[in-house]
Nanobody
Framework: QVQLVESGGGLVQAGGSLRLICAAS????????MGWYRQAPGKQRELVAS???????NYADSVKGRFAISRNYAKNTVFLQMNSLKPEDTAVYYC??????????WGQGSKVTVSS
C-alpha cells in the first residue's frame, strides 16, 4: 500500500504562484510514475503533469510553460510549482502514484482557487 498526503493549495490572485507538495509513504519502492491531476466543478478529472521514475516529464498543453513538476526520489516527494496562475486553473488537485501491478493510488485532494 502507498499513502499520499498533499499540501500547498489555497487561494491566490491571477498571475500568482502556488506550490503543491505530495509526500508518499508505505511501499514507495513500488512507485514508478507520479503525477498531478485536477478536477474542476462539473468537469472530468484531467492530467496536469507527470514524471516517470527516470525523470521524464509530461504536461497538459494548458499548463506548459507555467507549471513545473519535480520529484525528490530520496524523500518520496513530488512537487508541482504553478506560476502565472489563471482563474481556469481553479480546481481540486490530486496527487497520483502509479505502482503498476501493485496498484494506483490517489491523494486526498488539494483545493486551488485562482481569483480574477
Amino acid at each position: 500500500q502507498v499513502q499520499l498526503v498533499e499540501s500547498g493549495g489555497g487561494l491566490v490572485q491571477a498571475g500568482g504562484s502556488l506550490r503543491l507538495i505530495c509526500a508518499a509513504s508505505g511501499s514507495t519502492s513500488r512507485i514508478k510514475n507520479m503525477g498531478w491531476y485536477r478536477q474542476a466543478p462539473g468537469k472530468q478529472r484531467e492530467l496536469v503533469a507527470s514524471i516517470t521514475s527516470e525523470g521524464t516529464t509530461n504536461y497538459a498543453d494548458s499548463v506548459k510553460g507555467r507549471f513545473a513538476i519535480s520529484r525528490n526520489y530520496a524523500k518520496n516527494t513530488v512537487f508541482l510549482q504553478m506560476n502565472s496562475l489563471k482563474p481556469e486553473d481553479t480546481a481540486v488537485y490530486y496527487c497520483n502514484a502509479d505502482a503498476r501491478m501493485y496498484g494506483n493510488y490517489w491523494g486526498q485532494g488539494s483545493k486551488v482557487t485562482v481569483s480574477s
